[in-house]
């Protein structure tokens, strides 16, 4: 089955600096690959997608690339703000199905 | 708009009670349906997922157990809870045969006593 691993578990940076998570996967069949966000004590919330056929995809400040080839895909999030604090979970499914969830990064963005 | 609804929120048991938690879609035809759980500061893991009515594949084998008996509706239960079986509970859908997100469910959390 599906294996994602997430680096790194914990990032702390400065209020305005640049924070990148990185996670592998193991399954080729995966072709979508969504990022989350949870606050603590609340649900997970979509906040960045990206399919198989695309390289990379950017909204505002939150970009995620893909490297199919090497079963690599990446968070970036640029001008960090307080409010970026949180969990952040990769995941990759098949076809939008069995969605398999990376460990975890716990950021914090320092004022 | 699709909605998702869990309940109940929060939820204290006995080892050894049963338990049933509840999560209703509405909005959409045929979802897919899922069942996580995350430990205390811990990632999500994949319990439970549904394709369709009757139709439940098991991630991980333990005393749980999930039920769809209608096509937005999805339960999970066990017969016996354990002290380990204490964690936030996720329901999510999300759209068959397409390349779309989960959505999750406000969850609930489970402190098994």
């Known amino acids: 089955g599906e294996n994602v691993e997430q680096h790194p578990s914990t990032l702390s940076v400065q209020e305005g600096d640049s924070a990148v998570i990185k996670c592998t996967y193991s399954?080729?069949?995966?072709?979508?690959f969504p990022w989350y966000k949870q606050e603590l004590g609340k649900r997970p919330q979509l906040i960045i997608d990206i399919r198989s056929n695309v390289g990379e995809k950017k909204d505002q400040r939150i970009a995620v690339t893909l490297n199919k080839t090497a079963k690599h895909f990446s968070l970036h999030i640029t001008e960090t703000q307080p409010e970026d604090s949180a969990v952040y979970f990769c995941a990759a499914s098949p076809y939008g199905q069995n969605f398999v969830f990376g460990p975890g990064t716990r950021l914090s963005v320092l004022p | 708009s699709q909605t998702i609804h869990q309940w109940p929120a929060t939820l204290v048991q006995p080892v050894g009670s049963p338990l049933s938690l509840e999560c209703t879609v509405e909005?959409?035809?045929?979802?897919?349906l899922y069942w996580y759980r995350q430990a205390a500061g811990r990632g999500l893991q994949l319990l439970f997922y549904s394709v369709g009515i009757g139709q439940i594949s098991s991630e991980v084998p333990q005393n749980l157990s999930a039920s769809r008996p209608q096509d937005r509706q999805f339960i999970l239960s066990s017969k016996k809870l354990l002290l380990s079986d204490s964690g936030f509970y996720l329901c999510a859908w999300s759209v068959t045969g397409n390349n779309s997100p989960l959505h999750f469910g406000n969850g609930t959390r489970l402190t098994v006593t």
């Open positions: 909005g959409t035809s045929n979802p897919n």
């Open positions: 399954d080729s069949a995966s072709n979508y």
